[in-house]
């Protein structure tokens, strides 16, 4: 099976501009989580779609935002970027949603978002 | 609120010996535990899921152990190699079980 798919892997966006990541999950898999990952922070939630409904969601401004569609792909979008929105952004993809007990997350490589 | 620790951020060892990496978590008892490896550049690949009910689990040269009197989960490489170089990440899910915590890691070197 292919793994989980990110596009684009590199990003470089202004402050104040928006920007849309797309992730593409393991066939089958309905559940698709979105992480942020920092030096400073690690790796943090941000959401969790499954089945196009937003199934729990991290604490994060209302600046970041998702949706699931009906194939099970995802999108992740950040309205009036900052510059500490710099960040690794990784999207995980499960064939359970975390509310259905414990599974695996199969991770994407990332998409890299610099904020200048 | 619930807090997870990795004890080092970085850990040195030779070829050929065990690796032990911590994992500590307070004020909650997760019902299990997971643990990821992260190459430099790459997304987190899962390595071994640990239950509360469970104190050790193996998988070839991986084990992890889980204490819940503790609050502590134990990740070692036996006869480690150079390509077990990476960051190693546990993850328990939080309080309410919805999302995973992850800590910050320890990154591991291991020199031939």
């Known amino acids: 099976k292919a793994g989980v798919t990110q596009t684009p892997r590199y990003l470089i966006k202004t402050r104040g501009q928006q920007v849309t990541l797309s992730c593409s999950p393991i066939?089958?898999?309905?559940?698709v989580s979105w992480y942020q990952q920092t030096p400073g922070q690690g790796l943090q939630f941000l959401f969790e779609?499954?089945?196009?409904?937003?199934?729990n969601k991290g604490n994060f401004p209302g600046r970041f935002s998702g949706r699931q569609f009906s194939n099970s792909r995802s999108e992740m979008n950040v309205s009036t970027l900052e510059l500490g929105d710099s960040a690794l952004y990784l999207c995980?993809?499960?064939?359970?949603?975390?509310?259905?007990?414990?599974?695996?997350?199969?991770f994407g490589p990332g998409t890299r978002l610099t904020v200048t | 609120s619930q807090k997870i620790e990795q004890n080092s951020e970085a850990l040195n060892i030779q070829e050929g010996k065990t690796a032990t990496l911590t994992c500590n978590y307070t004020?909650?008892?997760?019902?299990?535990l997971q643990w990821y490896r992260q190459d430099p550049g790459r997304g987190p690949v899962f390595l071994l899921l640990?239950?509360?009910?469970?104190k050790e689990k193996r998988k070839e040269r991986l084990k992890v152990t889980f204490d819940t009197t503790l609050k502590q989960s134990l990740f070692h490489i036996t006869a480690s190699q150079p390509a077990d170089s990476a960051t190693y990440l546990c993850?328990?899910?939080?309080?309410?079980?919805?999302?995973?915590?992850f800590g910050k890691g320890t990154t591991l070197s291991v020199s031939s």
């Open positions: 995980a993809s499960s064939p359970l949603p975390r509310t259905g007990g414990p599974s695996e997350q199969y």
């Open positions: 779609y499954f089945s196009e409904t937003q199934r």
């Open positions: 640990i239950r509360e009910n469970e």
């Open positions: 993850a328990p899910p939080d309080q309410a079980g919805t999302a995973l915590i």
């Open positions: 066939s089958g898999h309905r559940s």
């Open positions: 004020n909650y008892s997760p019902a299990y």
